[in-house]
Structure formats: structure tokens, C-alpha cells
T-cell receptor, first 122, second 109 residues
Framework: GAVVSQHPSWVICKSGTSVKIECRSL??????MFWYRQFPKQSLMLMAT?????????EQGVEKDKFLINHASLTLSTLTVTSAHPEDSSFYIC??????????????????FGPGTRLLVL | GQNIDQPTEMTATEGAIVQINCTYQ??????LFWYQQHAGEAPTFLSY??LDGLEEKGRFSSFLSRSKGYSYLLLKELQMKDSASYLC??????????WGAGTKLIIKP
């Protein structure tokens, strides 16, 4: 349980193009999803918090016009990197917060991560 | 400010026990998570502590002392597949996880 998928897993694109990444919670509803970026050997960096049906909350230094986030349903959030440049090349990971169900799952605040998307901008 | 302190790297032997320590400072506290992250992969949830004490889950146990701002992850009967980074992530008053760089654990045969 608590499975999160991400698509695509790999993207190679030309500089200036836009790339859309999808994040889906497969077996639970997620009112809140998170988008992270991680550079090699560095910590996870939260980019934005996405709440279903409302605008995303972006962290300081993250350009909301460049990283468009849409959370149209309880199981899907998308991140679009607009006009991508080589410096945007990174590992993008989404997570979804489970509302909490019985069993060996964590508390309701537990974030479950998708497998990540590797973006390479040439 | 908010910060997390974990050793950068640790080495242990297959079959042994290892303890990964974490000290933290956060604005408010709503529990602490441990995640495992294999190289090139996303983190996976291991444990959650919100009250002081030890939580045991199979080969992995996690301990919390809120007054000391301290937690540890204890891994028993180490296996080669346990080679990964272990991330200590406290949750602040806004229910945001605070992430450090984690501890890279290397298991040797």
C-alpha cells in the first residue's frame, strides 16, 4: 500500500522546451503532494507543496512561473518545467501525504515518495 | 534556524549492528521520520517517532529523545542490501519535513 508513481522516469530534452512530470497516488487519496529536487550527493530540496484544488505554495527561491504545478485531483499532481535549461537538470521527486489508514503504515503526516524523474536538459 | 546533524558516512560489516545518530533543531516539533534512500532512487519510509522511546520494526528500530533533540536508527543483522543513505527528517511546527544530507551506510562482507 501507499504507492506513488511518477512518469516519466527519464527525460532528455533540448534547452528551451517544456517538460511535464506526473505524480500519482495509486492506492490512496492525497490532499497534499510535494515536489522535491535533488542534486547528486545533496539533500532533498523542497520546491513546493501542492494542495488539491488550490494553488501550490512555493519555497523561497523557486520560480513559480518556471515550475508550474497543478493538483487537479486527489490522486494526480503535475510539475511542468517551462523553458528548461541545462541548470534545471536534476532528479525530481514527488511525494504524497497519506491521510492515514490502519495497518503498518505511518501516521497521517507520512510522505510516500514516487520513484523520481531524472531530467537532463541539453 | 533549523538544522540536522548526522554523520556523513559509516561503514559496518554484514551481520553486525549499526546505530546512526541524528541531532536536530527545529521550530516546533511534530515527530521525526527516518527514510532509506538507495543510490539513484527515491526515499522510502522506515519509521516515525513522536513520543520519547524506542520503536521496533523488524531489524530496524528508532529511538527519540525530544528533550535532547536526538534520535537514532538501529539496524540489526545487517545485510548487503542495507547499503544506502539514511535520512533523519524531523517535522516542524508547520508539518514540514526538514531534510539533511543523510548518512551513507556502507556494508562490507
Amino acid at each position: 500500500g501507499a504507492v506513488v508513481s511518477q512518469h516519466p522516469s527519464w527525460v532528455i530534452c533540448k534547452s528551451g522546451t517544456s517538460v511535464k512530470i506526473e505524480c500519482r497516488s495509486l492506492d490512496f487519496q492525497a490532499t497534499t503532494m510535494f515536489w522535491y529536487r535533488q542534486f547528486p550527493k545533496q539533500s532533498l530540496m523542497l520546491m513546493a507543496t501542492s494542495n488539491e484544488g488550490s494553488k501550490a505554495t512555493y519555497e523561497q527561491g523557486v520560480e513559480k512561473d518556471k515550475f508550474l504545478i497543478n493538483h487537479a485531483s486527489l490522486t494526480l499532481s503535475t510539475l511542468t518545467v517551462t523553458s528548461a535549461h541545462p541548470e534545471d537538470s536534476s532528479f525530481y521527486i514527488c511525494s504524497a501525504r497519506d491521510g492515514g489508514r490502519p495497518g503498518d503504515r505511518g501516521p497521517s503526516e507520512t510522505q510516500y515518495f514516487g520513484p523520481g524523474t531524472r531530467l537532463l536538459v541539453l | 534556524g533549523q538544522n540536522i546533524d548526522q554523520p556523513t558516512e559509516m561503514t559496518a560489516t554484514e551481520g553486525a549492528i549499526v546505530q546512526i545518530n541524528c541531532t536536530y533543531q527545529t521550530s516546533g516539533f511534530n515527530g521525526l521520520f527516518w527514510y532509506q534512500q538507495h543510490a539513484g532512487e527515491a526515499p522510502t519510509f522506515l519509521s516515525y517517532n513522536v513520543l520519547d522511546g524506542l520503536e521496533e520494526k523488524g531489524r530496524f528500530s528508532s529511538f527519540l529523545s525530544r528533550s535532547k533533540g536526538y534520535s537514532y536508527l538501529l539496524l540489526k543483522e545487517l545485510q548487503m542490501k542495507d547499503s544506502a543513505s539514511y535520512l533523519c527528517a524531523p517535522m516542524d511546527s508547520n508539518y514540514q519535513l526538514i531534510w539533511g544530507a543523510g548518512t551513507k551506510l556502507i556494508i562490507k562482507p
